[in-house]
């Protein structure tokens, strides 16, 4: 029965982190609700778990989401020092998890800095993503010893199944963005080749001649081709060359 409830609540899991996807207008917007809904999961009645998200680009990092102002902030303070329990979880590919932040020996000045603003306990596990991108989910306590046991394999567990939610995130953002680019490239395309007809109806020339009048005039003018044709077209009074496009 155990089992059984368990499969259960992962395939709940598993289906609501799809529906946020597929609701999600970009990227951001589906990490800011997983971090929310990651520390919902976590957390227990008076006893709340903080969540960010830390994203390592170009070995440069930044907090992407976080759970609340409080979480933001416990990420950001390892950004100063350069180095740090979720920044070594994104870069190495591995869960750090400190029980403890008293007894812990490893970043002596983080350590202070974030035990001073209450927080005792650090759970920070990779996302399994694709490519050079690296992430990881910080997870915060004012409690010592709160990501032990049972719980540091359900946080695990969650992330496992987060990582497939967010590839897919990633993956459709990264479709969207190449269609937003096809479309702006046909749309360009389309106005040149507009200007090019309108330069052979004026001067009974080529579609090689007017293009490359269409250039000359670009660089005479020191102006963007796409430009110089854009005036073309609107010297016609007949509006803006529009592309047909479904994407």
């Not at 946020?20 to 990651?38: G, I, K």
């Not at 102002?69 to 740090?84: K, L, R, S, V, W």
């Given at each position: 029965?155990?089992?059984?409830?368990?499969?259960?609540?992962?395939?709940?899991?598993?289906?609501?982190?799809?529906?946020?996807?597929?609701?999600?207008?970009?990227?951001?917007?589906?990490?800011?609700?997983?971090?929310?809904?990651?520390?919902?999961?976590l957390s227990e009645p008076g006893d709340e778990v903080l969540c960010g998200i830390t994203l390592l680009r170009h070995r440069k990092a930044a907090t992407v989401?976080?759970?609340?102002?409080?979480?933001?902030?416990?990420?950001?303070?390892?950004?100063?020092?350069?180095?740090?329990?979720c920044m070594t979880a994104s870069r190495e590919q591995e869960t750090v998890h400190i029980p403890d932040l008293e007894e812990h020996g490893l970043w002596p000045?983080?350590?202070?800095?974030?035990?001073?603003?209450?927080?005792?306990?650090?759970?920070?596990?990779?996302?399994?993503?694709?490519?050079?991108?690296?992430?990881?989910?910080?997870?915060?306590?004012?409690?010592?010893?709160?990501?032990?046991?049972?719980?540091?394999?359900?946080?695990?567990?969650?992330?496992?199944?987060?990582?497939?939610?967010?590839?897919?995130?990633?993956?459709?953002?990264?479709?969207?963005?190449?269609?937003?680019?096809?479309?702006?490239?046909?749309?360009?395309?389309?106005?040149?080749?507009?200007?090019?007809?309108?330069?052979?109806?004026?001067?009974?020339?080529?579609?090689?001649?007017?293009?490359?009048?269409?250039?000359?005039?670009?660089?005479?003018?020191?102006?963007?081709?796409?430009?110089?044709?854009?005036?073309?077209?609107?010297?016609?009074?007949?509006?803006?060359?529009?592309?047909?496009?479904?994407?």
């Open positions: 029965m155990a089992r059984e409830s368990t499969a259960k609540s992962e395939t709940s899991i598993t289906e609501h982190l799809n529906e946020m996807v597929l609701a999600s207008s970009d990227v951001e917007a589906f990490l800011h609700e997983l971090a929310r809904v990651s520390a919902r999961s989401a976080s759970s609340t102002p409080e979480a933001q902030a416990m990420d950001e303070i390892q950004y100063d020092f350069g180095d740090g329990p000045q983080y350590s202070r800095k974030v035990l001073a603003q209450g927080v005792r306990s650090i759970l920070a596990i990779p996302f399994q993503l694709e490519g050079e991108t690296r992430a990881a989910l910080n997870l915060y306590s004012h409690r010592p010893g709160r990501f032990e046991g049972r719980v540091l394999d359900l946080a695990e567990d969650f992330v496992t199944q987060t990582s497939m939610a967010l590839r897919l995130a990633v993956r459709f953002a990264h479709y969207s963005e190449a269609a937003a680019n096809l479309k702006a490239t046909l749309e360009s395309r389309t106005v040149i080749d507009v200007a090019v007809g309108v330069i052979m109806a004026q001067n009974r020339c080529s579609q090689e001649e007017a293009f490359q009048l269409l250039k000359a005039a670009s660089s005479t003018r020191n102006i963007k081709l796409h430009s110089v044709a854009t005036a073309i077209v609107d010297s016609l009074g007949k509006g803006p060359a529009k592309t047909h496009y479904e994407g």
